[in-house]
């Protein structure tokens, strides 16, 4: 599990949210940031931006603390409570398999530049 924590306001703490850990999901919790009409409780950091968007924007403004460690991974929204999280992260991890082929697409790229370049020079040299 790789650490995170991050000060930052509630927008940008789901948008790094989403580029370290995509496939993460989040609880809310309404005792900190009130019934704000939102359609589910348990949601993606891109889906829950889009709910406050449309129904409580200025909660993406908030000052907030987002921390992904080994005890925890929640946000804070540092104005409501320093104690009790805002939102529960669950994340995911790649797995081994994901890993190995996200590897694979990766080195895919360099592969068929390698051979590009190689077929160049060989024609450079024999001409």
């Not at 449309?54 to 000052?63: G, I, R, V």
């Not at 995911?92 to 990766?106: D, F, S």
Request: with cysteine; glycine share 2%.
């Amino acid at each position: 599990m790789k650490q995170m924590k991050l000060n930052e306001n509630l927008r940008i703490c789901l948008l790094a949210l989403t580029s370290r850990y995509p496939n993460s999901t989040m609880d809310i919790n309404e005792e900190v940031i009130g019934p704000q009409c939102l359609e589910t409780k348990e949601c993606t950091p891109s889906g829950l931006m889009k709910l406050l968007q449309s129904h409580a924007p200025h909660l993406l403004d908030a000052p907030a603390c987002l921390v992904v460690d080994a005890q925890e991974r929640v946000i804070y929204l540092v104005e409501q409570s320093e104690q009790m999280p805002a939102f529960w992260i669950h994340c995911r991890e790649h797995t081994q398999e994901e890993e190995i082929a996200t590897l694979r697409m990766e080195n895919v790229a360099p592969q068929a530049e390698n051979r590009k370049l190689k077929t160049q020079l060989t024609q450079v040299l024999s001409v």
